[in-house]
């Protein structure tokens, strides 16, 4: 149990104290009907300071129609009743009828307020009917501390008093009563309790006298027993309340009706209540200093003078109708009750201006070191983490913009055809790690921040590549620089070198190398060698007959080259090609001597 839950286990337990105290003849005081709450000084504490409690009342004022009972007479037409302590009275038999004013005995009677007289309005049950149940409804969680029901004929035989804390899902009895316990609730333990949690059946308020004004009392919490553990699940289960219920088993009779069945016999044997008190207050767990109607639940806007209200009017960022949880923002740390040095408010979730709820989580508490617990609910924003202080796959955050900003987050834009991971980007700086802000993951053969272009050496930049771009095939001895078109992949030669990929040297050229002409000329001797091509890998040129050397300027062994004088041209000895025409010319005269 919580502390604010043991404070109202000691304030119940003040409050029994009170309604204890009898006279020396015995009798009840007039404390028994007006219960004093013990610690009601608190309702007036700022709740900002510490815990605050609404005031107690009986829960029954304002909840008319939350009564109900399983047998009320009158209800089906006039019947007649009479009255035991009347039969030396001239009148001792009257009449119920519902619908006759003055004659109607409905279960809203038992309600009693301040200035009524309790005396000339009662609820009573249709005559002969012993099984007959009393029950009340509530809209809310309340703190139940005792039962006072004041009866207009006999007690009843026999009763037991149930609750239940779900809404009337399942149901526990507090106590039972009986003038014979053994007969009418057998295998039930008789005497007074010894524990709280103890159920029992006493007789104390079961005799046949006062045959009116006889009174049954119950607490919650007995006084005469010492609670050991306040904090205790059990003693939290005994005041919880949402469904009240009475059950009477048994009427008092005085026996004439075992010899005759005549209806006139069970005019006098029913049961009647002048009025019955719920003393409780509303649950809020110290978060709330006063409670107000639940339209939805009351159908009742206006307020109802001494009811107690059942909706907390919840502080310490608290909600629910018993202040029972965290307001969807504020639960970076676990609920919890106020306690009177600590108000134990709710804290808010740093979501980062992302969201507009969080839960708490101990695993997330246990790690932080029991600092913080909250776990932001559907960031927006394209935002994500325990505090939507990441950004989405596919969003980067803007390393211009705090992560407060709506716009911190934006979309990575990466070129589908050469990008990873469906177009995926380094969601924040982080130079150690090696994390450029929007930086895609590019395939391998593509470069540049949005991976949209091949890198040197690639071209056929397409989507349905896995590698992004296929290489360059261009001979690096022969292309200027280190890449090639990126659309065709058609390579830039060097001044002497040709071909798609740069691999062949310009006609008339060889050796390609690393020169920055890329071929040397082949430099055939004109004299020497036939033609001026020559082999493109050794740059030898084809010789004529005796001669030798790479460019064909060396006579072969046993060969020499003439001078000019010893070559000799006999013209008359000359011989025309085929194909070959004879030009004769006049000679020239028109030169001067």
């Not at 106020?338 to 695993?363: G, I, M, V």
């Not at 990873?420 to 450029?436: N, T």
Request: with cysteine.
């Amino acid at each position: 149990m919580t502390c604010w839950e043991t404070k109202c286990v000691l304030h119940a337990l003040a409050a029994l104290l009170v309604v204890s105290l009898v006279d020396c003849a015995g009798r009840k005081t007039r404390q028994d009907r007006h219960y004093q709450y013990g610690g009601r000084h608190r309702v007036t504490q700022a709740c900002e300071e510490s815990s605050c409690y609404p005031a107690t009342g009986n829960l029954l004022i304002g909840r008319e129609k939350k009564l109900s009972a399983t047998s009320t007479c009158g209800m089906y037409g006039p019947e007649r009743f009479c009255i035991v302590s009347h039969l030396k009275e001239r009148k001792k038999c009257f009449k119920c009828n519902s619908k006759v004013p003055g004659e109607e005995h409905g279960i809203e009677n038992i309600v009693s307020r301040a200035g009524s007289n309790r005396r000339r309005t009662w609820w009573q049950s249709e005559n002969g009917v012993e099984q007959v149940s009393i029950r009340l409804d509530t809209e809310a969680e309340f703190h139940f501390t005792h039962l006072i029901i004041t009866f207009r004929t006999f007690r009843p035989a026999a009763l037991l008093i149930e609750r239940s804390h779900d809404d009337g899902r399942t149901w526990k009895v507090y106590q039972y009563y009986a003038y014979n316990c053994a007969e009418s609730f057998p295998g039930i333990p008789i005497g007074p309790r010894r524990n709280i949690t103890d159920v029992t059946c006493e007789s104390k308020y079961s005799a046949v006298e006062p045959s009116s004004g006889g009174e049954v009392i119950f607490r919650v919490l007995p006084p005469h027993i010492r609670i050991a553990d306040p904090h205790s699940r059990d003693v939290q289960d005994l005041l919880k309340m949402t469904n009240l219920r009475i059950n009477f088993t048994k009427l008092h009779t005085l026996g004439d009706n075992l010899l005759d069945s005549r209806r006139e016999i069970k005019e006098k044997y029913y049961y009647a209540i002048y009025d019955m008190v719920v003393r409780g207050s509303c649950s809020c767990y110290g978060h709330a200093s006063q409670c107000i109607a639940d339209d939805d639940s009351l159908h009742n806007a206006t307020r109802i003078p001494d009811m107690v209200y059942g909706k907390c009017q919840c502080t310490h960022n608290t909600m629910g109708l018993n202040c029972e949880s965290c307001k969807p923002l504020y639960n970076d740390q676990q609920w919890q009750p106020a306690s009177e040095r600590d108000p134990n408010p709710c804290k808010l979730c740093n979501c980062n201006n992302h969201a507009d709820r969080c839960h708490f989580d101990p695993a997330v508490w246990e790690r932080s070191g029991r600092v913080s617990g909250g776990v932001c609910d559907d960031c927006r924003d394209n935002t994500m983490g325990i505090s939507c202080e990441t950004c989405l796959p596919f969003f980067y955050k803007d390393p211009q913009r705090d992560i407060t900003d709506r716009y911190a987050c934006q979309p990575c834009d990466c070129d589908p055809r050469g990008s990873l991971e469906e177009g995926v980007c380094d969601s924040h700086d982080d130079p150690a790690a090696g994390l450029v802000a929007g930086r895609c993951h590019c395939k391998s053969n593509v470069e540049s921040r949005r991976c949209d272009r091949c890198k040197k050496g690639h071209y056929n930049f397409q989507a349905t590549n896995p590698f992004g771009c296929q290489p360059c095939t261009c001979n690096e001895l022969g292309t200027i620089g280190d890449g090639c078109n990126v659309w065709t992949g058609e390579c830039t030669c060097k001044r002497n070198v040709v071909g798609r990929d740069c691999d062949k040297c310009m006609e008339f050229h060889w050796g390609l190398s690393q020169d920055d002409d890329g071929c040397k000329p082949c430099d055939c001797d004109p004299g020497g060698a036939y033609d001026n091509n020559c082999d493109i890998v050794t740059g030898q040129c084809r010789c004529r007959p005796n001669v030798q050397g790479r460019r064909c300027d060396q006579p072969e062994t046993g060969y020499f080259i003439g001078n000019m004088d010893f070559m000799r041209y006999e013209a008359e000895l000359a011989r025309s090609s085929p194909g070959c025409q004879v030009l004769v010319r006049e000679p020239f005269t028109g030169r001067e001597p």
